[in-house]
Nanobody, 113 residues
Framework: QVQLVESGGGSVQPGGSLRLSCEGS????????VGWYRQLSGKEAREWVA?????????NYANSVKGRFTISRDNTKNMAYLRIDGLKPEDTGVYFC?????WGRGVQVTVSS
């Protein structure tokens, strides 16, 4: 079964950090790029925030998150990660990973004091 499963979300205070994980199965994870997206609270559209190449050598970030988000992957474990530092209330939303046409169900991130 082809699937992506996100984990690592939760509720944190402003300024805190989280590391989101994305585990892939049933697909050639190591040969595909991975993207992270988010659907912010109150918004309908998903916003791309970061991407990483299949080898992990190349990474890209949306301007709005540069310097706070770090994407990485471990192909030996079929895992991708998104570390978020300096969390802000406006980061609250559901975070998704994506590989080709496969999406995970998302993980909730809530930032509040």
């Amino acid at each position: 079964q082809v699937q992506l499963v996100e984990s690592g979300g939760g509720s944190v205070q402003p300024g805190g950090s989280l590391r989101l994980s994305c585990e892939g199965s049933g697909l050639s994870f190591e040969s595909k790029g991975v993207g992270w997206y988010r659907q912010l609270s109150g918004k309908e559209a998903r916003e791309w925030v970061a991407g990483i190449s299949s080898s992990g050598v190349r990474t890209n970030y949306a301007n709005s998150v540069k310097g706070r988000f770090t994407i990485s992957r471990d192909n030996t474990k079929n895992m991708a990660y998104l570390r978020i530092d300096g969390l802000k209330p406006e980061d609250t939303g559901v975070y998704f990973c994506q590989v080709a046409t496969t999406w995970g169900r998302g993980v909730q991130v809530t930032v509040s004091s």
